[in-house]
C-alpha cells in the first residue's frame, strides 16, 4: 500500500509487527532520545510516543531504523523509483528497451506536484512552536530540535514548486537567543540548496520566503535527504516514492504541504543570524555554538492529531545509518554516471560518512607502462572531492579493481589491499587550507581543514605485519602498541595527552626518530597515536571512528623519515596523530539518571517489556 498520511504507515507498520505504543508519559526532555537510543541499538521497531509531557502531540521515532522496515514502508513503489532513477542517468535504457520503459515517463507525470486551489488545506488548525514536543536528545544540547525536518524554500530568480528546493536542515525550536514562538534557527551547510537561495535573496535585498515541513507520508521526509540526479525536484521524488502527487497550496504567500503533519511559516532576513547549537550529531561529538540564520516565525500550522516525527543522531550506527543504505541502493548508479571511470564511492559510515571516503576506479590510461603507478585514479579522486557532498571528505582511499574483485563496505579487506600497494614516496597528495563539513572540529576552524588522497595501484609492494613488531614495543616514551588490522598499528604517548601542535610536532619528531633508529619497518606503513590504544583497537568501527574524526590531515599527518621533493610530500611510515585536541568538540555522553528512569518502560508490564537490551 501507498500512504497518504503518517498516520497511515503508522497504522501499517501496527499491523505488521513492526511498531510498540508507548503508553506511559513520556519527558521530551532526554528521556524519549534515550527511549529511542536503546530500541534501535536492540534492532528493536518504531515506536509512537501517545503520551509526550507538555504536549498534547504525539511523536514517532525510528520509522527507519532498520534497512528492512524503510523497505517495507516503500515497498510497493521502490522499483519503480530505481527505474526512473536508472531512466535518468542513462536516457539511452529507454531506446534499448522501450517497452519496458513505456510506464517510466507516466509514473513520472504522475509524480509532478499537484496545486490545491480550493482554499485553505483541509484541516488545518494555526498553532505555537510551543505547541510542539521540545524533544532534547543530548545533555548538552543547546535547546530542542526538529530533526526531521523538510525545509522548503524557493530560488527568488525563479519562483515556484518546480525550481524550489526541499533539505534536511536542523531546526532549533527553543533556547539560546531565540524568542520562544517567535523564532527559530536554521543550520545549514555552505554548499546546501538553500544557501544559493538565501544569497540570490540577500543580493536583492528581501527576505526568503521558508516553509517547514515536518511529518506527512514517509517518502516527503526520506526525499528531504535524497542526493537526486540534476534537474529532478525532490517534491517530484517524493510523489514518486509515495505512490502519488505531492499536494501543495500556498497561504499568505508561502508554500504549504498539504499532507504534512505540521508546517512552520516564516522568512529569513538578510544578514540575520543568532547563536545556534551546541547539538549532538551524527560525527558522535556534539557541534557548538555558531551564529546561523534566525528564521522569523510567521504561522504554524497542525492536522487534527498530527504526530510528530523525530529521530536521535550520534555516533554511528544510528538511525540515519539505515536512511543511508537505503539512498545507497536507491542511487548508487548515479555516482557511475557523473564521474567516469568510478565504480564505487563508499562514505563510511562508522566514521561519521564525511570524514572518510572509500572509492574504486579504473586505471587505464599507461597500460603499456612496465611499473604501474596511480594516473586515472587521481583524476577520478579530484572528481570524487568535487562533487556534492563527497566534497566534503577529508580522507581519501582510491585504488583500481585489477586481479581481483573489491568491495569498499569490507574496510579490512580493503584498506590493507591499499597498504599492500601503496608507494609512501609517491602516493599520498594533499589539499590544503580548503573546505570541510560544517560539523568537523579537527581542522582549522569552521568549515576549514584540509583534506588527503591516497592513491595505490598494481602489485603488491609489502607484506603487511599481523602482530605488533618488536621494535614498535621499545620505543622510549611511547608504548601499549596493539594491532589494529594488518598493516595498522595502533601507539600511545605515555602520560602524554595532546597540548598543542608545537609540542605535539616535538613528540612525534621523537617517534619518527626512535622508529627510523630500529631499521626498516616497512611492514606497518600506517602508525595511529591515539589516547587509548585498547580502545582503538578493539573495533574496526572505533578505529574508524577515532581516526578520522580526530584528525586533520594537513596538520596531523607525518611521517618517517618524511622530506619533500618538488614540492610533494614523502615518507617511509605514515603516523596520524588521532588523539583528541583540546579545539576539538566533546564527545556525546548520555545522563546516567535519565539512563536508569528509563528503565521503568523495559519492565514487565510495560510498554516495551518485550525488547530484548544488548
Not at 514562538?181 to 545549514?188: K, L, S, T, W
Not at 515536518?214 to 528531504?224: D, F, M, Q, V
Not at 596511480?374 to 562533487?387: M, Q, V
Request: charge should be negative; aromatic fraction near 8%.
Amino acid at each position: 500500500m501507498t500512504y497518504h498520511s503518517l498516520e497511515e504507515c503508522i497504522i501499517d507498520l501496527e499491523n505488521n509487527g513492526h511498531l510498540i505504543r508507548i503508553r506511559e508519559e513520556v519527558d521530551p526532555h532526554l528521556e524519549m532520545a534515550a527511549i529511542h537510543l536503546k530500541v534501535f541499538e536492540a534492532g528493536g521497531p518504531a515506536l509512537l510516543f501517545e503520551n509526550v509531557k507538555g504536549s498534547k502531540f504525539r511523536a514517532v521515532s525510528n520509522l527507519f531504523g532498520t534497512i528492512e522496515r524503510s523497505k517495507f514502508i516503500f515497498r510497493h513503489t521502490l522499483e519503480g523509483v530505481r527505474n526512473v532513477i536508472a531512466l535518468r542517468n542513462d536516457p539511452m535504457v529507454a531506446f534499448r528497451n522501450p517497452f519496458k520503459h513505456v510506464g517510466t515517463g507516466l509514473a513520472a507525470w504522475k509524480a509532478l506536484p499537484h496545486k490545491q486551489t480550493d482554499g485553505k488545506p483541509v484541516a488545518l488548525q494555526e498553532i505555537s512552536i510551543s505547541d510542539l514536543p521540545f524533544i532534547k536528545s543530548w545533555p548538552n544540547d543547546g535547546g530542542a530540535f526538529v530533526t526531521l525536518p523538510q525545509v522548503y524554500s524557493e530560488n527568488p530568480d525563479k519562483p515556484g514548486i518546480m525550481n524550489a528546493n526541499l533539505g534536511m536542515y536542523r531546526i532549533q525550536l527553543n533556547g539560546n537567543d531565540y524568542v520562544t514562538d517567535r523564532e527559530v534557527g536554521v543550520h545549514y551547510q555552505i554548499h546546501r540548496g538553500i544557501g544559493i537561495h538565501q544569497d540570490k535573496a540577500n543580493k536583492l535585498g528581501v527576505p526568503l520566503k521558508v516553509s517547514i515541513f515536518i511529518g506527512g507520508p514517509p517518502a516527503h521526509t526520506l526525499s528531504a535527504v535524497m542526493p537526486l540526479p540534476e534537474g529532478m525536484s525532490e517534491l517530484t521524488f517524493a510523489g514518486l516514492l509515495a505512490g502519488h502527487r505531492f499536494r501543495y497550496s500556498y497561504i499568505d504567500g508561502f508554500c504549504v504541504s498539504n499532507d504534512a503533519d505540521f508546517v512552520i511559516t516564516g522568512e529569513i532576513h538578510p544578514g540575520e543570524t543568532k547563536p545556534e547549537g551546541p547539538f549532538g550529531d551524527h560525527l558522535g561529538y556534539y557541534s557548538l555554538t555558531h551564529p546561523f540564520p534566525v528564521m522569523r516565525v510567521h504561522k504554524v500550522y497542525a492536522r487534527p492529531n498530527a504526530i510528530f516525527p523525530f529521530t536521535v543522531v550520534g555516533r554511528p550506527p544510528q538511525e540515519d545509518t539505515a536512511f543511508g543504505a537505503l539512498i545507497h541502493e536507491l542511487t548508487g548508479s548515479a555516482i557511475r554516471q557523473e564521474i567516469p571511470g568510478v565504480k564505487e564511492v563508499h562514505a563510511v559510515d562508522d566514521a561519521g560518512v564525511h570524514p572518510l571516503l572509500l572509492a574504486i576506479g579504473s586505471e587505464r590510461y599507461t597500460p603499456y607502462e612496465p611499473i604501474k603507478q596511480p594516473a586515472e585514479i587521481l583524476t577520478i579522486a579530484n572528481r570524487i572531492l568535487g562533487t556534492g557532498q563527497l566534497s566534503l571528505a577529508k580522507y581519501l582511499f582510491i585504488t583500481a579493481e585489477e586481479d581481483q574483485p573489491l568491495d569498499t563496505h569490507r574496510v579490512e579487506q580493503f584498506l590493507p589491499y591499499i597498504l599492500e600497494r601503496i608507494d609512501l614516496r609517491r602516493d599520498i597528495h594533499f589539499q590544503t587550507n580548503t573546505t570541510i563539513d560544517t560539523l568537523d572540529y579537527s581542522g582549522t576552524g569552521l568549515n576549514s581543514g584540509s583534506k588527503v588522497v591516497f592513491a595505490a595501484v598494481g602489485e603488491k609492494k609489502r607484506e603487511l605485519c599481523t602482530e605488533v613488531p618488536g621494535a614498535l614495543t621499545k620505543l622510549p616514551g611511547f608504548g601499549n602498541a596493539r594491532l589494529v588490522m594488518p598493516g595498522i598499528i595502533a601507539i600511545e604517548r605515555q602520560g602524554g595527552a595532546f597540548v598543542d601542535y608545537a609540542q605535539a610536532q616535538k613528540e612525534i619528531a621523537q617517534l619518527c626518530d626512535a622508529i627510523s633508529a630500529q631499521g626498516s619497518l616497512d611492514s606497518c606503513p600506517m602508525i595511529v597515536l591515539c589516547d587509548d590504544s585498547a580502545f582503538l583497537s578493539a573495533s574496526t568501527s572505533n578505529f574508524l571512528w577515532a581516526t578520522f574524526t580526530r584528525s586533520n590531515p594537513s596538520h596531523d599527518i607525518y611521517g618517517v623519515n618524511a622530506g619533500f621533493v618538488f614540492k610533494h610530500w614523502a615518507c617511509d611510515n605514515v603516523i596520524i596523530d588521532a588523539r583528541t585536541k583540546p579545539h576539538q568538540a566533546p564527545p556525546l555522553i548520555s545522563d546516567p539518571t535519565v539512563e536508569k528512569g528509563i528503565e521503568r518502560l523495559f519492565v514487565a508490564g510495560a510498554s516495551l517489556s518485550g525488547i530484548r537490551l544488548n
